[in-house]
């Protein structure tokens, strides 16, 4: 019989991303000011395009209010300079609700395009 202690099964835990992993670097950050256009997967997330560029903006858990046609105000932290970048007290604030941003993710033209199509 096999016997482990914590330690050992924690050993045998794979890593964890932690949420500073996942931040991006500031040159790949949306800048909220230059938003073009946004489409709203409903209480889910922002798919956004900044002239050339396009991002993903996940909420960190379920934002009511996200998809109901109002006005949706990205603000990012001092950290990041305003910027939206998927760290710590960025925030997406609509009329009903202010939510925390979870990840931010660049996506291609063509997948920019994709996501779209799947609203």
Avoid: N
Avoid at 2 to 7: F, G, M, P, R, Y
Avoid at 12 to 21: E, G, I, W
Avoid at 33 to 48: G, K, Q, T
């Amino acid at each position: 019989m096999i016997s482990l202690t914590l330690a050992g099964l924690l050993a045998l835990t794979p890593p964890t991303s932690t949420p500073a992993d996942r931040v991006l670097p500031l040159v790949e950050c949306l800048r909220p000011e230059r938003i073009d256009a946004w489409h709203v997967v409903p209480e889910r997330a922002l798919i956004v395009r900044s002239g050339s560029k396009h991002f993903r903006v996940d909420m960190l858990h379920a934002c009511p209010g996200l998809g109901d046609g109002g006005v949706i105000r990205l603000q990012g932290s001092q950290a990041t300079r305003g910027f939206i970048c998927g760290g710590v007290g960025e925030t997406a604030a609509t009329r009903r609700s202010r939510c925390a941003i979870g990840t931010v993710a660049p996506l291609s033209r063509a997948a920019y395009f994709r996501e779209l199509e799947e609203l």
